[in-house]
């Protein structure tokens, strides 16, 4: 699940100082887009921290053991892809987007920790 957030800093502070969270992930996957990921004590699922005008779209995550096989399903079903191929950007992991039928943004994350 991602998050959008105003003030990044201060968004950082609230989810680990307050909400007691741990930092996964604070960088720029994206020139110039700053892309923070928190999980919550005791979770295995992660929340994404992103400006609300940033390309990395602000979207439901669901892990998946392997975002090929993933992709070419969601593919093969007739969804519209937001992209075209896997993403593989340097310090997260393999990735796609795409819409339900509703309109709701999703995103595959392959599942690398294992």
Do not use: K, Q
Not at 45 to 63: C, N, Q, T
Not at 65 to 70: I, L, Q
Not at 91 to 112: C, Q
């Amino acid at each position: 699940m991602s998050v959008p957030v105003t003030d990044p800093d201060a968004a950082l502070r609230f989810w680990t100082e307050v909400l007691g969270c741990e930092l996964v992930f604070d960088g720029e996957p994206v020139p110039g887009v700053r892309m923070i990921e928190v999980r919550p004590p005791g979770s295995t699922v992660g929340v994404v921290l992103l400006p609300p005008d940033s390309p990395i779209p602000v979207a439901v995550r669901m892990g998946t053991g392997d975002a090929d096989e993933a992709y070419a399903r969601v593919r093969d079903a007739g969804v519209a892809l937001d992209n075209d191929e896997v993403l593989r950007w340097p310090g997260v992991p393999p990735m796609f987007a795409f819409h339900d039928p509703e309109g709701n943004a999703l995103v595959y994350l392959e599942d690398t920790a294992g």
